[in-house]
């Protein structure tokens, strides 16, 4: 999961009161607690991935163990710092224990290796582009004045559960951080997870052999891997070239490609979908309000170098599922 902190969690919730959205209860406590929320799954590892610090400090190698809260099981996976090279490194993070739960926080650098079986090794890489430091500092000071609190103070007091937790309650404290929200963020995005998934690509050895079981059915393939894009915007050529050197070890084996923002136009780069050039483009979107995802010409752009376009929603019948299988 992306690392979101206590104040963009309180942005969130401000987005969604001023939307007058309704929300589920577990909405609500993933806002309030995200560690407290996952809980009652007993999940055996939480990993929340933030933004890359350059700066940052390294820590010590942290392996996550078998991949069922048993502790057995074929699989096991390992956090790695990933170097542009390709070289493995200790992860730039900590981990702590919630009862039965390990809980990793580690950077966008990191990424998840898991011994399959077989001579090779999967990978999930995330990704991780982080809201604008500025539009979040006037959200603090809007919500400050929307509030009554003193100048400065919003950060500190958002760390007590009990605070966020009463915010997120009160129906005139929820209105004054969707007046904040309105006044400072307006209609953007905020932090965002990209997610490649597929093989390790820096793997020694030989490779075996795949069959590519999509929906197409098109048979041999060497290219399975999966890239996720997010709300992720890769308009700007800086943004799109960031992106494009995060995976640059991994583009030689994505075939399905999750465009960012349901394929909304202003987050698109055709450069970007040029370089990948994927099999398979694909869209999650659905049609409330008039928001009119995926836009026409980023399919266009897609299908003109020779990708199948999808648009997948939460109706069944709109359904993309692939599969892969080792031969030898």
């Known amino acids: 999961m992306p690392w979101v902190d206590d104040v963009e969690r309180m942005i969130v919730w401000g987005k969604t009161a001023a ?11 993933l806002v309030i607690d995200p560690e407290g929320a996952l809980e009652p799954f007993d999940p055996a590892q939480i990993i929340f991935v933030r933004a890359a610090d350059d700066d940052g400090p390294e820590a010590g190698v942290v392996d996550v163990g078998p991949l069922d809260p048993g502790g057995e099981g074929p699989f096991r996976a390992k956090v790695a710092s990933i170097g542009r090279d390709g070289s493995r490194r200790p992860p730039n ?30 990978l999930l890489k995330p990704y991780v582009r982080r809201t604008d430091p500025v539009i979040v500092a006037k959200f603090e000071r809007a919500a400050e004045r929307e509030l009554g609190w003193d100048y400065g103070t919003f950060r500190n007091r958002v760390s007590d559960r009990a605070v966020r937790a009463d915010l997120v309650r009160d129906v005139k404290k929820s209105a004054a951080l969707a007046a904040a929200y309105k006044s400072a963020v307006g209609n953007r995005n905020l932090t965002s997870l990209c997610l490649y998934s597929g093989p390790n690509t820096t793997d020694e050895g030989p490779v075996p052999m795949m069959v590519r079981l999509g929906p197409d059915r098109r048979g041999l393939a060497t290219r399975i891997g999966w890239l996720g894009s997010g709300d992720i915007s890769l308009a700007a050529p800086a ?17 399905s490609f999750g465009l960012p923002h349901h394929g909304a136009k202003p987050n698109h780069s055709k450069h970007v979908l040029s370089v990948i050039n994927p099999s398979i483009c694909y869209a999650s979107a659905k049609p409330p309000k008039n928001w009119k995802h ?18 997948v929603s939460d109706q069944e019948r709109t ?10």
């Open 19 to 29: 939307s007058r959205a309704s929300s589920s209860d577990f909405f609500s406590a």
């Open 93 to 122: 993070g900590r981990a702590k224990y919630s009862g039965r739960t390990q809980v990793l926080i580690v950077d966008s650098r990191s990424a998840i290796e898991v011994s399959a079986g077989a001579g090779f090794s999967w």
């Open 239 to 255: 943004d799109g070239q960031a992106f494009l050197d995060h995976y640059a070890t991994e583009l030689t084996a994505i075939t």
């Open 294 to 311: 995926p836009h026409p010409d980023v399919f266009a752009d897609a299908q003109s170098i020779g990708a199948h376009t999808m648009k």
């Open 319 to 328: 359904t993309f599922g692939e599969a892969f299988a080792i031969v030898g």
